[in-house]
Structures are given as C-alpha cells and as structure tokens.
C-alpha cells in the first residue's frame, strides 16, 4: 500500500515519503498519478540493466482511457 507522510522524519522502520508520482508519455506531458495509485512495486535485478517495477491505480473517473498510452510512458516517482 501507497502511503504519503507531510513531514520530512520517519518514526519507524520501514517509512518512507512518497511525494509524487509521475506519469510522462511520449509528447514529454507529465500526469500527477500521487492520488490514485494504490500499490507501487519496484523491481532490481542483477541480470536487467534497469529497475522495473508494476502500479496499480483507480480510475473512477477513467483518465487513463483519455490519455494516449503507447506502452513508451515512463514513471517519475521521488522516495525517501
């Protein structure tokens, strides 16, 4: 589960701040994903020369199907 805090401190072990997150497409336009992503994972492997990763999101209102997804958008996310 996505969690966002306010403040820049952890409490406990295993917190973390997720301040956005960012859909770009292949136009370079960038869609504000931070409030209707409900689950992010994030890949590494030794064996891929990049980090993957899958999100799951709600979409009441169906913006994805307005936008044109080409399977070349990228994920801009800042964790800490």
Same mark, same amino acid.
């Given at each position: 589960?996505?969690?966002?805090?306010?403040?820049?401190?952890?409490?406990?072990?295993?917190?973390?701040?997720?301040?956005?997150?960012? +859909? $770009?497409?292949?136009?370079?336009?960038?869609?504000? +994903?931070?409030? $209707?992503?409900?689950?992010?994972?994030?890949?590494?492997?030794?064996?891929?020369?990049?980090?993957?990763?899958?999100?799951?999101?709600?979409?009441?209102?169906?913006? $994805?199907?307005? +936008?044109? $997804?080409?399977?070349?958008?990228?994920?801009?996310?800042? +964790?800490?």
């Amino acid at each position: 589960m996505v969690k966002f805090f306010t403040k820049d401190s952890s409490d406990r072990a295993g917190d973390y701040n997720l301040s956005h997150i960012d +859909l $770009i497409n292949h136009k370079g336009e960038i869609i504000d +994903l931070k409030y $209707i992503v409900i689950e992010m994972n994030i890949y590494e492997s030794i064996y891929k020369n990049a980090v993957t990763g899958s999100i799951v999101i709600t979409d009441a209102k169906n913006q $994805i199907g307005r +936008l044109e $997804i080409q399977g070349l958008e990228r994920i801009a996310f800042n +964790l800490f």
